[in-house]
């Protein structure tokens, strides 16, 4: 049996009430049927859900929505100024060099066991390696300044090796990224 079009004209469906008996078995259910079986569930039920306050979720990633900015820094870090650079020790070392500076220039007090101890681990690095730390470790400062307060507080020491250790993954991922892409370039020029 072929199913007849419905026309959205009301004149006709006035002159087919005779034959609504046939037409109600070929009909599809009316629309408030059909949203009625969406719903699932009384009008009572969603009213009494929709009066009781919601909960606001407080997530854990709010420390690292704090991070992001150190995140950021590593990022620039990794490809404008040392594609590997290893933060913990960067930061060891700047601050290092920033005490023999300010010991050079008269402002830092210290003991003569701090002078000689900072003095060994200083001598073994040339004067170019000392200069890319310096100018790494004022780079880094600049692009993420929430570190010189992370550097200064004694503690808050686990929560700035915590930042550098993801600072050292996220530099080993970019280096990683970049290296990936340029497989297919290396190929190029190799033929």
Do not use: W
């Amino acid at each position: 049996m072929a199913r007849r079009k419905r026309s959205p004209s009301l004149s006709q469906s006035e002159n087919s009430d005779s034959s609504s008996d046939l037409d109600n078995s070929r009909r599809s259910p009316s629309p408030t049927h059909k949203n009625a079986k969406k719903r699932g569930r009384s009008r009572k039920s969603v009213q009494s859900r929709d009066a009781t306050p919601k909960k606001v979720k407080i997530s854990k990633d709010t420390d690292e929505d704090l991070d992001e900015e150190y995140f950021a820094a590593a990022r620039a870090m990794t490809r404008c100024y040392d594609l590997f650079c290893k933060v913990e020790k960067l930061i060891k070392i700047g601050c290092l060099l920033q005490q023999d500076e300010a010991a050079d220039k008269g402002d830092l007090e210290e003991d003569e066991a701090d002078k000689v101890s900072r003095k060994k681990r200083l001598e073994g690095l040339s004067t170019y390696v000392r200069d890319r730390y310096k100018r790494n470790y004022h780079q880094l400062l600049q692009l993420a300044p929430g570190l010189r307060a992370l550097i200064n507080n004694k503690n808050k020491s686990k929560q700035l090796a915590r930042i550098a250790r993801k600072m050292n993954g996220i530099i080993s991922a970019m280096r990683s990224d970049d290296s990936t892409r340029l497989k297919s370039q290396i190929g190029h020029y190799a033929v």
